[in-house]
């Protein structure tokens, strides 16, 4: 089956700590992107790749990071520096830049701090 | 910086009757696309129109766009319970991102 996998589906961090959120997809799609929501909210993005081993920085992109090692991964780290993590995480890919095509989405991530 | 934004931010309505979704954004963009997310859900792609595009079908689903007042609806004919769920519109302000609104939350009554 071909698609877009996030894991874990619940995530609990305790305050100071790394964590990674992982996304693999089997779409050969060259774009990939992750989002944060918030509860009742839209989806703001945090960092987007258009091709392997680059990748742009979102509209909300302080106390994250990302890697693009390989087209199909695309981890999320939630860092220390991030002051308010608690939210559910979206990854997200296409085959074009941007909003050429349709988007697939992953079923996200639940990330809570304790 | 959010570029859509979608007008009502919350809907009820009936079984059976019909439900408009209206999305205004900010800049020129390449296409728009229409999302639907059940709660607690990834996003479901529905229908993407360009921006020489004035309106599409996809089964119940009616979108228009109009590219001189920066903004689109989406209409869902003969509604379902089953279509209750939160709907997104996203644009593509050729910068290579895919730009969510905030959403309307749509419940449709048994």
């Known amino acids: 089956d071909g698609g877009i996998t996030q894991s874990p589906k619940y995530l609990f961090r305790k305050e100071g700590q790394n964590v990674t959120l992982s996304c693999e997809q089997n779409?050969?799609?060259?774009?990939m992107y992750w989002y944060r929501q918030d509860p009742g909210q839209g989806l703001r993005l945090i960092y987007y790749s258009q091709i392997v081993n680059d990748f742009q920085k979102g509209d909300i992109a302080e106390g994250y990071s990302v890697s693009r090692e390989k087209k199909e991964s695309f981890p999320l780290t939630v860092t220390s520096a991030q002051k308010n993590p608690t939210a559910f995480y979206l990854c997200?890919?296409?085959?074009?830049?941007?909003?050429?095509?349709?988007?697939?989405f992953g079923q996200g991530t639940r990330l809570t701090v304790v | 910086s959010q570029q859509g934004e979608e007008d009502p931010q919350a809907l009820s309505i009936q079984e059976g009757e019909n439900a408009t979704m209206n999305c205004s954004y900010k800049?020129?963009?390449?296409?728009l696309q229409w999302y639907r997310q059940n709660s607690g859900r990834g996003l479901v792609h529905l229908i993407l129109?360009?921006?020489?595009?004035r309106e599409k079908h996809s089964g119940r689903l009616r979108v228009t766009l109009d590219t001189s007042k920066k903004s689109s609806s989406l209409l869902i004919t003969a509604s379902r319970a089953a279509d209750t769920a939160s709907y997104f519109c996203?644009?593509?302000?050729?910068?290579?991102?895919?730009?969510f609104g905030q959403g309307t939350t749509l419940q449709v009554k048994p």
């Open positions: 129109i360009r921006s020489n595009e």
């Open positions: 800049t020129s963009i390449n296409n």
């Open positions: 996203a644009t593509d302000p050729y910068t290579g991102k895919l730009i």
């Open positions: 779409l050969n799609h060259d774009a």
């Open positions: 997200a890919s296409s085959n074009g830049q941007g909003g050429e095509t349709e988007a697939f």
